[in-house]
């Protein structure tokens, strides 16, 4: 939902000022250093794996977006109004403005260079559980190696991409299982 809101906003525009207001979003990297680095990248495609959003730009590098617990992004074109919460604002080429919100902080932003994505996402997120080539039989294979509780595996980032406590209440219960 998120990445098909933004994509809009974002595929075909250049990041001209970026302002990350809290150092804890892309420790252990300095912001102003990363906020330097985006400056000028623009986006050609606006991707999801699992819970992370993947801004790729043109140059090759990409920007991974985990918004945790409360992060929401948000974008305006007419300005943006106050909010205590704002950890970081992209002004867009077109003047727009995407800010980023989260108000318990743990949100992170990662600026990695070509070819680093894939590597670092896959020795974190599991398979897609919506992908076509997704089958039941291969979530029980990973769970068959697993001792702990099943919901405790299911929200397990490693075992499925994206599930989250929600998603994992609803599909225990329909399956008529305990956590």
């Excluded at 985006?38 to 993947?54: A, F, P, T």
């Excluded at 919100?101 to 990695?112: A, E, K, P, Q, S």
């Excluded at 029980?140 to 599930?163: F, M, S, Y």
Aim: net charge positive; proline share 6%.
């Amino acid at each position: 939902t998120i990445r098909r809101a933004l994509e809009p906003a974002l595929v075909g525009r250049a990041f001209d000022d970026v302002e990350i207001m809290d150092a804890r979003l892309t420790r252990p990297f300095d912001p102003v250093v990363v906020a330097a680095e985006l400056r000028g990248e623009r986006v050609e495609h606006v991707d999801r794996r699992g819970k992370y959003l993947i801004v790729r730009f043109e140059s090759g590098r990409s920007l991974l977006i985990h918004l945790r617990m409360t992060g929401s992004l948000q974008h305006a074109p007419d300005g943006l109004p106050d909010d205590p919460y704002r950890r970081a604002v992209v002004r867009l080429d077109d003047g727009s403005d995407v800010a980023y919100r989260d108000v318990r902080r743990f949100g992170t932003w990662l600026l990695l260079e070509p070819g680093e994505v894939a590597a670092y996402i896959d020795a974190r997120v599991g398979p897609e559980p919506l992908a076509a080539s997704f089958r039941a039989r291969d979530l029980g294979a990973r769970l068959a190696q697993r001792r702990a509780p099943v919901k405790a595996a299911i929200l397990d980032q490693r075992t499925l991409a994206g599930v989250g406590n929600i998603y994992a209440d609803e599909a225990l219960w329909r399956a008529r299982l305990h956590p």
